[in-house]
């Protein structure tokens, strides 16, 4: 497996590369297919969060299967070990549900409340007058591909990017959401075709946000 340790405004020292190394092996143990690990260290400079001065990310790829953890500490060690603990306990997870596909066992549905949210109406968007920008803004990307354009005079700037994804269940969803530990995820429902995202809400509580447009709505899509 190959590991790979960048630092952010902070250089890596060899003793932390030292301790990475050396509990690389909890991961390997859960994961043997796993082919690569990024660790990414980055210090923040304000010292009024001196006691989270130090974020560990991790991120493992095995095949398809993109596993990421990040926490934070004083200290880069102890946010390592912090980190490694979400870490695995997700790759067990993700060798759990291996195991019980491999078994034909149906997967185990999450203790959860599902809430599907219809779209509001969307709020007035900038209009900026510079063609340029609406050209970028409309132009098409090509997959990875990103763009950002700044919204006239103004500080705010919009990054686009095209993403490729499978259409999933809103349980496959909800599993890869927490795979990379995010609050969301967007993804496109195979039941139903359309883009959607589930966001987690409170406790086992999540929601389902879909988009689609008056027009098929009006039409009976389902």
Do not use: C
């Not at 969060?49 to 993109?66: C, F, H, M, N, P």
Request: no cysteine; charged share 30%; proline share 6%.
């Amino acid at each position: 497996m190959d590991i790979v340790i960048t630092g952010r405004h902070t250089q890596i020292k060899q003793k932390f590369r030292d301790v990475v190394e050396s509990k690389m092996n909890r991961v390997t143990a859960i994961a043997p297919d796993a082919q690569r690990v990024q660790v990414v260290l980055t210090h923040e400079g304000n010292p009024r969060q001196a006691d989270s001065a130090k974020r560990v990310e991790l991120t493992v790829i095995a095949g398809k299967t993109v596993v990421r953890a990040e926490a934070s500490s004083a200290d880069e060690f102890a946010a390592l070990d912090r980190a490694l603990d979400k870490l695995t306990l997700r790759l067990r997870r993700t060798r759990d549900r291996r195991k019980d596909h491999r078994r034909g066992l149906e997967h185990a549905p999450l203790p959860m409340e599902v809430e599907v949210e219809q779209p509001q109406e969307p709020a007035e968007a900038p209009n900026p007058d510079n063609s340029a920008q609406q050209d970028a803004m409309a132009s098409d990307l090509g997959p990875g591909e990103s763009v950002e354009v700044q919204v006239g005079d103004t500080p705010i700037v919009i990054r686009r990017k095209l993403h490729i994804a499978e259409p999933m269940s809103i349980d496959e969803a909800l599993y890869e959401m927490e795979l990379i530990g995010h609050d969301f995820f967007l993804f496109v429902n195979k039941e139903t075709g359309r883009p959607s995202v589930v966001y987690h809400r409170h406790g086992w509580s999540y929601g389902v946000f879909e988009i689609d447009t008056p027009e098929n709505v009006a039409g009976g899509k389902k």
